[in-house]
């Protein structure tokens, strides 16, 4: 069993930055690639970025040059500097890790955190 837990909503002004910190642990064998989705009431996910385990990033359109995404590989950990915020960043935010554990590969989910940004 693998989990992952998602730190660092909030509320923040427009122009604001916050940082989205997600950690995976448990049955870990090895990690392909960590990213962060986001999600509004009555819409679809969305991707925001995601990166590699060897460090090879992608970003939605809407975010790029404002956003950061890093990987710590011996932690297991994924961040998200999310700098120059609009209101239109509001959402919750969702972890996801594609894990290799002990029997098979899978695709894992955080349970959220919320990002809110004052106009």
């Known amino acids: 069993q693998v989990q992952l837990v998602e730190s660092g909503g909030g509320l923040v002004q427009a122009g604001g930055s916050l940082r989205l910190s997600c950690s995976a642990s448990?049955?870990?064998?090895?990690?392909?690639?960590m990213g962060w989705y986001r999600q509004a009431p009555g819409k679809q996910r969305e991707l925001v970025a995601t990166?590699?385990?060897?460090?090879?990033?992608d970003y939605a359109d809407s975010v790029k040059d404002r956003f950061t995404i890093s990987m710590d590989n011996v932690n297991n950990m994924v961040d998200l500097q999310m700098n120059s915020l609009r209101p239109e960043d509001t959402d919750v935010y969702y972890c996801?890790?594609?894990?290799?554990?002990?029997?098979?590969?899978?695709?894992?989910w955080g349970k959220g955190t919320l990002v809110t940004v004052s106009s």
């Open positions: 996801n890790a594609d894990i290799n554990d002990y029997r098979m590969r899978r695709m894992y």
């Open positions: 448990g049955s870990i064998v090895s990690i392909n690639r």
């Open positions: 990166i590699t385990s060897g460090g090879n990033t």
